[in-house]
Nanobody, 127 residues
Framework: QVQLVESGGGLVQAGGSLRLSCAAS????????MGWFRQAPGKEREFVAA????????YYAGSIKGRFTISRDNAKNTINLQMNSLKPEDTAVYYC????????????????????WGQGAQVSVSS
């Protein structure tokens, strides 16, 4: 199995920055992609960003593109989400996820493609 341990997040003023990290361990040899999803109070879980292991292609939700950056650190077996210019509407629980499936599209924006999930990290942005 794959274990995901998240760190980072917290409270920040609007316009500030935070970085989330997710360390993967266990049987990661068949991992195909990792990504971030978030769920705000009263809202459905939504895709944020993803990175795959074929060419390290990245994908972003339109609402955060240009402000957030997903990256991979192979030496530490982690992914990171750098969040800049944060807005109050970014407040949510952020989940790290890993996929062992091969997506025919390769975009990995659908949460049904992910079979391992972290515990969630709270990100709160105040005005």
């Amino acid at each position: 199995q794959v274990q995901l341990v998240e760190s980072g997040g917290g409270l920040v003023q609007a316009g500030g920055s935070l970085r989330l990290s997710c360390a993967a361990s266990g049987r990661t040899f068949d991992r195909r992609a990792m990504g971030w999803f978030r769920q705000a109070p009263g809202k459905e879980r939504e895709f944020v960003a993803a990175i795959n292991w074929i060419g390290s292609n990245t994908y972003y939700a339109g609402s955060i593109k240009g402000r957030f950056t997903i990256s991979r650190d192979n030496a530490k077996n982690t992914i990171n989400l750098q969040m800049n210019s944060l807005k109050p509407e970014d407040t949510a629980v952020y989940y790290c996820a890993a996929s062992t499936y091969v997506s025919t599209s390769g975009t990995y924006t659908d949460d049904r493609l992910y079979d391992y999930w972290g515990q969630g990290a709270q990100v709160s942005v105040s005005s």
